[in-house]
């Protein structure tokens, strides 16, 4: 899941945080082009390319701001992906 409008967002992670859930944001980074073209190749929801490929930018802008979140870098090989996800959840 990830949240692009950062009012939406503040909203929802506030509110968990207010329920006393300890709540770890982690965001897998990716260049833009590879992400639009990860986008391009979905061949299983066709129908919500186009609102993906709209909002890549609102959501690149939103993550650029975020101050408390962990990022991921994506563009690796899926196993580092994991390990660095994982690793990035640890207190």
Do not use: C
């Not at 082009?33 to 391009?40: F, S």
């Not at 061949?43 to 390319?49: H, L």
Request: proline share 4%.
């Amino acid at each position: 899941m990830n949240l692009i409008n950062a009012a939406y967002r503040a909203e929802i992670f506030d509110g968990i945080r207010a329920a006393g859930v300890d709540l770890r944001e982690v965001i897998l980074r990716v260049p833009e082009q590879q992400l639009r073209n990860r986008i391009d190749e979905d061949q299983v929801d066709t129908k919500a390319r186009r609102w993906r490929q709209d909002h890549v930018t609102q959501a690149l802008t939103t993550f650029a701001s975020l101050t408390d979140a962990h990022f991921v870098d994506a563009s690796q090989p899926p196993e580092r992906v994991a390990v660095a996800s994982h690793l990035q959840q640890q207190p």
